[in-house]
């Protein structure tokens, strides 16, 4: 981990109570790397939207899931050029069909035409069955200024194993 500059690791279960003290960890090491407040700031409410993700959308599982479907996990590294915020968990193959279309159109934007999707999403009103918009997402790209790199691992004929890797440029 050392070697790969990861900062905090993290797999288990996500809970709400859990995201609070990953964020002040995370808060606290910027503090002492001496990071700009811009790239603090940035940083951090990247970090909040990715976990928020996490807690809110994960697909839970029934009992009769393999072990482990209901486990993520996420690990944030920086290297001199760039942070780098990772997540995976599990989703159903159909939210996954959904997912991977609406983050390929999220990347086949320009920055002026991402703001503008991302009001639109905001103005129309419609939530996801999680409660969401899909703002998250929408906010990470423009935040970072960088495409979604993610993917999709088929599991089985249920289940995928989502991955998403946010490059957050100093």
Do not use: C, W
């Not at 859990?18 to 790239?39: A, D, G």
């Not at 993700?53 to 899931?65: E, G, I, M, S, V």
């Not at 996420?74 to 942070?83: D, N, P, Q, S």
């Amino acid at each position: 981990m050392e070697r790969d500059n990861i900062m905090l690791s993290f797999k288990g279960n996500v809970t709400s109570e859990l995201l609070t003290p990953v964020l002040q960890i995370m808060e606290s090491k910027m503090e002492k790397l001496n990071e700009p407040s811009k790239i603090k700031k940035k940083v951090y409410n990247i970090l909040v939207e990715a976990l928020q993700n996490l807690y809110h959308h994960l697909d839970k599982q029934p009992d009769t899931a393999p072990q482990g479907h209901n486990t993520v996990i996420f690990m944030i590294g920086k290297t001199e050029e760039a942070y780098s915020i990772f997540t995976g968990n599990y989703i159903s193959n159909e939210n996954a069909g959904k997912l991977k279309n609406r983050i390929e159109k999220i990347n086949s934007l320009e920055p002026d035409e991402l703001k503008a999707y991302y009001k639109e999403v905001l103005n129309n009103g419609m939530m996801s069955d999680k409660g969401g918009g899909g703002l998250g997402m929408i906010d990470i790209a423009r935040k970072s200024g960088q495409r979604l790199d993610f993917d999709f691992q088929r599991v089985d004929e249920k289940f995928s194993f989502y991955s998403l890797n946010i490059n957050i440029p100093q």
